[in-house]
């Protein structure tokens, strides 16, 4: 049976370009017009995975993406928001909502493809380790320990996420952000200009979706990203 994919996008163009190409790709697609009504369909259908443009009448994309997630269910349903927008706040204001990518338009479909294929596989990981946790568990307790292995799972994946999506640079960044180095003090030691360096740690800013250094560091230190 195809995965299902919903499609949100108040541009019918862009819904039937995407749908189609998806469709043809081997997947059971459904469209919506906006946020509110992608959340009934959300509902009624289960999908695998949501493609949703951000600005749309009735209900926004970063909407959309919070109340979804305020449904345990759907709490780990991969999300891909699609925008004219790239500042580096407002894909902040993405990935804080809750989405797993930010696609710039125009996009090519191949690229929108390849990256819906990456998160269904880890989506289906996921959801095939909770089922086996979740079996395990029967008549020992079974509600908490399947709780306990799903909300376990979901830390180590998003840690191995986290690792794996910075770059070593980035990696020694974060390092030296934690002892509280200036940017200059850190362009010094890694041979990198000023302005390099801060470019350096708003992409750390984004793929952590914190607002400022000091969260930064805190969440590399919760998370395991730094020793």
């Known amino acids: 049976m195809p995965l299902t994919i919903l499609v949100v996008d108040d541009d019918l163009g862009t819904r039937l370009s995407v749908s189609d190409y998806l469709e043809l790709s081997g997947y059971s697609v459904i469209t919506?017009?906006?946020g509110q009504e992608a959340l009934v369909?959300?509902?009624?259908h289960h999908p695998d995975l949501i493609v949703t443009d951000i600005v749309m009448p009735?209900?926004?994309?970063?909407?959309?993406?919070?109340?979804?997630?305020?449904?345990?269910?759907?709490?780990?349903l991969p999300v891909i928001l699609l925008t004219a927008r790239t500042k580096t706040q407002e894909r902040i204001l993405g990935y804080q909502s809750g989405c797993d990518l930010f696609l710039p338009k125009p996009f090519e479909l191949e690229e929108l493809a390849a990256a819906i294929?990456?998160?269904?596989?880890?989506?289906?990981?996921?959801?095939?380790e909770y089922r086996f946790s979740h079996k395990e568990s029967l008549g020992i307790s079974a509600s908490t320990k399947a709780v306990d292995a799903y909300n376990s799972?979901?830390?180590?994946?998003?840690k191995s996420h986290l690792h794996s999506s910075l770059t070593h640079r980035e990696q020694e960044v974060l390092e030296l952000l934690t002892h509280g180095?200036?940017?200059a003090e850190m362009g010094h030691q890694l041979h990198l200009s000023p302005r390099t360096?801060?470019?350096?740690?708003?992409?750390?800013?984004r793929k952590t979706s914190t607002s400022n250094r000091a969260e930064l560091v805190r969440f590399a230190m919760k998370h395991g990203l730094v020793e």
């Not at 209900?59 to 109340?67: F, K, P, S």
């Not at 799972?153 to 998003?158: E, G, K, M, V």
Request: proline share 2%; aromatic share 6%; no cysteine.
């Open 181 to 183: 180095l200036s940017n």
């Open 41 to 44: 369909m959300v509902d009624e």
């Open 117 to 128: 294929r990456n998160l269904l596989e880890r989506s289906q990981i996921i959801q095939s």
């Open 197 to 205: 360096v801060e470019k350096y740690v708003s992409s750390l800013l």
């Open 58 to 76: 009735q209900m926004n994309g970063y909407e959309l993406v919070r109340r979804v997630r305020q449904q345990p269910v759907f709490r780990l």
């Open 153 to 158: 799972l979901s830390t180590q994946i998003q």
């Open 32 to 34: 919506a017009n906006d």
